[in-house]
């Protein structure tokens, strides 16, 4: 699905000494069925633009373009009931949001509020729950009984069985383990890839993650976007990014301090700690060589 934005302004508390904006005439679209990533510095607009799609805000000027739908101040909130069933959001500490008495109900109830009937509800919420590795054996539990990685993992079952087009995830990960973070995202990226025409659109601080998943990166500052593309296009803008207030991911910033230590180049676009070794080795070893 396509996502368009028009000539975009968010000002929060209007006509108050307090009035703030928090998107400044924002232009841009974002491709469908492509991952994209926002990173950014705290306050820089990330979460109030995603609260845009799917009318948790409305624009104060300019429109968005979400699938056919227009959204701009005057839309009323009741027209745009039917993009909740196109783009599930994620927040943070999604697991604040259940409430049901049983594990299967609280995921079956997100559509079956969409109007899908009971038994084609639960058969969703099974496949969900399996999908984010939530077994049978929990289905009648309370939802207050389980760890809260498994918490999480239910709430973002609620989200998948309303099988959405855009999976937007506003820091997802937010306080969870290491091992519990690499597995939510892979979870994450396994939706995405298994069906054409899936979009996810990501916030994160984590710069691995941007580099690791996102096809498209869109760097937010002071309420614009100021820089888009490819994880290998924007982490070689190393002082473009410092201005903005983002650091390269730990991998880079790596490879980036041994070139300069030690003069000599070395191949600085790729990310993975795989990738990043191998060029170390590579660096040692012709290290010991010019030395031998
Ligand atoms: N409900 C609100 N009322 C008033 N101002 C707000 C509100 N929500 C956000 N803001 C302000 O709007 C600006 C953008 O905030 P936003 O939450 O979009 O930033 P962010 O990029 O998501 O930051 P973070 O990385 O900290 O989550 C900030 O200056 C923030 O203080
Ligand atoms: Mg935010």
Not at 32 to 53: D, R
Not at 215 to 239: A, C, N, Q, W
Request: charged content about 25%; proline content about 4%; aromatic content about 8%.
């Amino acid at each position: 699905m396509e996502i368009k934005a028009n000539d975009v302004t968010v000002k929060y508390m209007v006509g108050t000494p307090f009035e703030k904006v928090a998107l400044h005439k924002i232009n841009f679209t974002l491709r469908p069925s492509t991952y994209h990533v926002f990173i950014g510095k705290t306050g820089s607009g990330k979460s109030t633009f995603i609260q845009l799609l799917n009318g948790l805000l409305k624009p104060t000027e300019g429109s968005m373009l979400i699938g056919e739908k227009v959204v701009n101040r005057k839309t009323k909130m009741k027209q745009l009931y039917h993009l909740r069933k196109e783009i599930g959001m994620v927040f943070q500490f999604p697991e604040h949001q259940l409430f049901h008495d049983t594990v299967l109900e609280d995921v079956a109830f997100g559509p079956m509020n969409l109007g899908v009937g009971k038994v084609e509800a639960e058969k969703r919420a099974e496949e969900s729950l399996s999908l984010v590795g939530i077994s049978p054996s929990l289905y009648m539990r309370s939802p207050y009984e389980l760890s809260g990685g498994q918490m999480r993992r239910v709430a973002i079952a609620g989200v998948l069985a309303m099988e959405p087009k855009v999976l937007v995830l506003d820091e997802p990960t937010a306080g969870l383990d290491p091992v519990g973070h690499i597995g939510m995202m892979e979870l994450f990226n396994h939706w995405f890839k298994a069906k054409e025409g899936r979009s996810v659109i990501l916030v994160t601080h984590n710069m691995e993650d941007a580099a690791r998943y996102g096809e498209e990166i869109h760097v937010m500052y002071d309420g614009e976007r100021k820089l888009v593309g490819t994880p290998s296009e924007l982490f070689t803008k190393e002082t473009k990014l410092n201005e903005y207030g983002i650091s390269l991911p730990n991998t880079l910033s790596l490879l980036m301090e041994l070139q300069r230590a030690s003069g000599q180049a070395l191949i600085t676009d790729h990310f993975e700690i795989d990738d990043t070794v191998d060029e170390i080795v590579s660096f040692l070893r012709k290290d010991i060589e010019n030395n031998a």
